[in-house]
């Protein structure tokens, strides 16, 4: 069976960077284990619903938002060693050009730690002043409705101006316009390997 990693420095991050592919590869077989950075009791029980609905596999990795670049090494060496039990065939982390302290920390050290595995960066475009979308997967609305289904389990979160369905849906439309399909998520193509 193959293996996908999904490392979201925060509750959500992973959601919305990847979450309708992730539904799309569940279903042709994946098993997929998202890794969650958080120190919220609240995000967590958010997350555990979030999963649920994406019928994932997820680690909780306490620790403290915006302190990532002084965790520098130990987020390394929690990465490392899950690498070293897991073996994923492909890792989503934040795109190399997203501007957030903690996603750029978590993006350079899963390049370091997964030597060996295909890295797509997601793209959060509120987080990012340039974007490289150099891959393309085509969903099925399907695929979408599980990804703002996902995401409708942040409760504390919903009044983000990106939790809005409309948003969600529209910026996968814009995303399927590039290949000629109703929908899409696109990545950054960070490290191909074994394809």
């Not at 403290?64 to 990465?79: A, V």
């Not at 996902?150 to 814009?174: C, D, G, M, T």
Request: charged share 30%.
């Amino acid at each position: 069976m193959k293996k996908g990693t999904v490392i979201s420095p925060h509750p959500d991050d992973g959601e919305f960077g990847c979450g309708g592919t992730v539904a799309k590869m569940i279903e042709e077989g994946y098993e997929i284990t998202f890794l969650i950075f958080t120190d919220s009791d609240i995000l967590e029980k958010e997350t555990k619903k979030s999963m649920d609905i994406l019928k994932s596999n997820y680690l909780i990795i306490r620790m403290q938002g915006r302190h990532y670049p002084e965790r520098r090494q130990d987020i390394l060496q929690i990465l490392y060693g899950y690498n070293a039990t897991h073996r994923p065939d492909i890792v989503f982390v934040p795109s190399r050009n997203d501007i957030h302290q903690d996603h750029q920390v978590i993006t350079m050290e899963a390049i370091r730690a997964f030597r060996k595995s295909t890295i797509l960066g997601y793209i959060h475009s509120w987080d990012n002043l340039r974007i490289d979308e150099n891959c393309i997967i085509p969903l099925e609305e399907r695929h979408i409705d599980k990804k703002i289904e996902a995401l409708s389990q942040y409760h504390s979160l919903e009044k983000r101006p990106y939790f809005r369905e409309n948003y969600i849906k529209s910026v996968a439309k814009a995303k399927g316009m590039k290949i000629h399909v109703d929908y899409a998520e696109t990545f950054e193509v960070i490290k191909l390997v074994n394809i």
